[in-house]
């Protein structure tokens, strides 16, 4: 058995992702990998052309990448670049009953529901599930056990990638996680645990909680720049790393 390992994917693909703060996002993942005797690693170089597939799509290829450098592994948690562990964090690998784990997806529910209702009718033959159990794919955690269904959702965009982009492209949805989350919802619900918000803190600004203050710091372990963060996301990385870790 191998260590845990926290994945990021840090790919630089223009000047709005160089200008992020991503680094400071990785020092805090790299504190936190150390605490909790964990590895980190970094995938900085594309997978494949931007126009068939964006990087948001290589989550779904982490464990193949960990088995192609030799990586012996017993858990995963995957992480969006745009987020800070509190350095007070606990080891997310001990509550996860061996599940795939995520967090609900909190925010604009118009935009949820816009996912669910548009890919369901033009993409998985009217299947729904509830939009409760609709996840943020920014925070994961998965083990060796969810090879068989990563490799079925690479199989899915393989064969379904034209009619993925026609619906990104036209319909304001998501990108990779609406898709995610009808697969695991309609093929391993069974192997699905929602961790608390704690865990992955969305949306901060719509839910007042992100100023100043930094108020965002008092009641959470993972914060997540997204859902158009103002000024910026990396202002905030910056800000909250340093405010925790300096």
Not at 76 to 96: M, Q
Not at 132 to 148: A, I, P, R, T, W
Request: hydrophobic share 35%; glycine share 4%; charged share 20%.
């Amino acid at each position: 058995m191998g260590k845990n390992i926290i994945f990021i994917i840090n790919i630089v693909k223009d000047e709005r992702s160089k200008n992020q703060g991503y680094d400071y996002s990785l020092k805090s993942w790299k504190h936190y990998s150390k605490k909790i005797g964990a590895d980190l690693f970094i995938l900085d170089e594309p997978l494949f052309d931007f126009s068939y597939m964006k990087p948001q799509w290589y989550k779904m290829y982490v464990l193949d990448i960990l088995e192609s450098n030799g990586v012996e592994y017993d858990q995963v948690l995957y992480v969006d670049a745009d987020t800070v562990v509190h350095p007070n964090a606990p080891n997310i690998f001990e509550i996860t009953n061996n599940k795939f784990c995520a967090v609900r997806a909190f925010g604009c529910m118009d935009w949820i529901c816009r996912s669910i209702e548009n890919y369901s009718k033009l993409l998985f033959e009217n299947f729904q599930f509830p939009y409760h159990k609709y996840f943020n794919s920014g925070v994961m955690v998965f083990n060796k056990n969810h090879q068989s269904f990563f490799n079925s959702v690479q199989e899915f965009y393989h064969e379904h990638h034209t009619i993925i982009h026609h619906i990104q492209d036209n319909y304001c949805v998501g990108n990779d996680q609406p898709v995610l989350n009808f697969l695991i919802n309609r093929d391993i619900p069974e192997d699905y645990k929602i961790l608390d918000y704690e865990w992955n803190m969305q949306d901060m600004m719509r839910f007042e909680v992100l100023g100043e203050d930094m108020l965002h710091t008092e009641y959470g372990y993972i914060s997540h720049y997204n859902a158009g963060v103002k000024p910026t996301p990396g202002y905030w990385i910056e800000k909250t790393y340093k405010h925790l870790y300096l």
